[in-house]
């Protein structure tokens, strides 16, 4: 399931859900994204995304994940829209038979997300503005995963 919204969500009540949905799954692992609250630095966090486009985008993400760690489901939802320090960004989950493989998958999921999910993300702070892109790292994580099928 994915959802792309600029409503908050609740990690829990969705987490609590995505389990009822999936009972039959020995294993559930996620991961919650906040705007961080970086001591005065960050007053507000942005994205802008393309709708249907950023859609079927994580939906391709989506099914390389089902494919490759054979899960029997995810959940993505990411925000959009302006999000104050502390707010939930993003959510991402996945059920399977046994931990290993929700937990690579979500960390599958993160990383090209962060890499290839087509959001322009916009930080404020007490110097203005700032675009921002993926790092280095973030790029070398999403390149780990390619460079394990070679």
Do not use: C
């Amino acid at each position: 399931m994915i959802r792309v919204q600029r409503e908050t969500f609740f990690p829990e009540s969705e987490l609590a859900g995505f389990r009822a949905g999936h009972a039959g799954a020995g294993a559930m692992a996620s991961f919650v994204g906040f705007v961080r609250a970086e001591a005065g630095h960050v007053a507000a966090l942005e994205l802008e995304h393309y709708a249907g486009f950023t859609e079927r985008e994580i939906a391709r993400i989506e099914r390389l994940a089902l494919e490759r760690f054979n899960i029997d489901g995810s959940l993505v939802i990411h925000r959009f829209g302006r999000m104050l320090p502390g707010e939930p960004i993003v959510l991402v989950a996945a059920a399977a038979a046994h931990r290993k493989p929700a937990l690579e998958a979500v960390d599958f999921l993160m990383d090209y997300l962060k890499t290839d999910a087509p959001f322009w993300k916009r930080e404020t702070g007490p110097e203005g503005a700032r675009w921002i892109e993926p790092t280095d790292k973030d790029r070398a994580a999403r390149q780990d995963w390619k460079d394990e099928n070679a």
